[in-house]
């Protein structure tokens, strides 16, 4: 059974720095490509960036809201993904969710909420 | 452009069919995917490649696609498809939601 669980999340002052983490199980981590999505209170979700698997070069694209401030990161030996988060603001505030899409399938982690205020 | 727009709502009684529309020029070019959210639950898959659909998602969910615009169907919707619905496609390198839109079955 594949299983996404990210924890790391809690409150930050602004300006401040957070690491993310997704600890996957119940496929080969390092066949696929790992996204981050994020949702704000009450708001739609938001696309955040994704890293590609070793095959394709382990790149990694961000959307313009945290390119930039963010990092996405993955160690295949561990089945993590990390998502290293610098020079937060309070508009960051938001339930992250880390997401492993497949051609067929599609698979999210519960999520964790990162609270940006002073 | 890099958007996909949705009504923010739509609303239909049960056993009618609910549809939710997507709209953005990438869609002309590349396939969108149909996320349902129930409130304080992940997003579920319910539609991939313009129409697909997952295993395990009822046959009365459907997608189709025309030009710059998707179209996720419930065909006699039912109490619990009351969701908020997502739609998400590719753009150049980065990937795009489109809003949202809140579907209440009453």
């Known amino acids: 059974e594949v299983q996404l669980v990210e924890s790391g999340g809690g409150l930050v002052q602004p300006g401040r720095s957070l690491r993310l983490s997704c600890t996957a199980s119940?496929?080969?981590?390092?066949?696929?490509?790992m996204s981050w999505v994020r949702q704000a209170p009450g708001k739609g979700l938001e696309w955040v960036g994704f890293?590609?698997?070793?095959?394709?070069?382990?790149?990694?694209e961000y959307a313009a809201s945290v390119k930039g401030r963010f990092t996405i990161s993955r160690d295949d030996s561990k089945s993590i993904a990390y998502l290293q988060m610098n020079s937060l603001k309070t508009e960051d505030t938001a339930v992250y969710y880390c997401?492993?899409?497949?051609?067929?399938?599609?698979?999210w982690g519960q999520g964790t909420l990162v609270t940006v205020s002073s | 452009s890099y958007e996909l727009t949705q009504p923010s709502s739509v609303s239909v009684s049960p056993g009618q069919t609910a549809r939710i529309t997507c709209s953005g020029d990438?869609?002309?070019?590349?396939?969108a995917r149909w996320f349902q959210q129930k409130p304080g639950q992940a997003p579920v898959l319910v539609i991939y490649?313009?129409?697909e659909r997952p295993s395990g998602i009822p046959e009365r969910f459907s997608g189709s696609s025309s030009g710059t615009t998707v179209t996720l169907t419930i065909s006699g919707a039912q109490v619990e498809d009351e969701a908020d619905y997502y739609c998400?496609?590719?753009?150049?390198?980065?990937?795009?939601f489109g809003g949202g839109t809140k579907l209440t079955v009453l």
């Open positions: 119940g496929f080969t981590f390092g066949d696929y490509a």
């Open positions: 998400y496609s590719a753009a150049d390198t980065k990937m795009v």
């Open positions: 997401t492993r899409e497949g051609i067929t399938d599609d698979y």
């Open positions: 990438v869609l002309a070019k590349k396939y």
């Open positions: 890293i590609r698997s070793k095959a394709y070069g382990g790149t990694t």
């Open positions: 490649k313009d129409s």
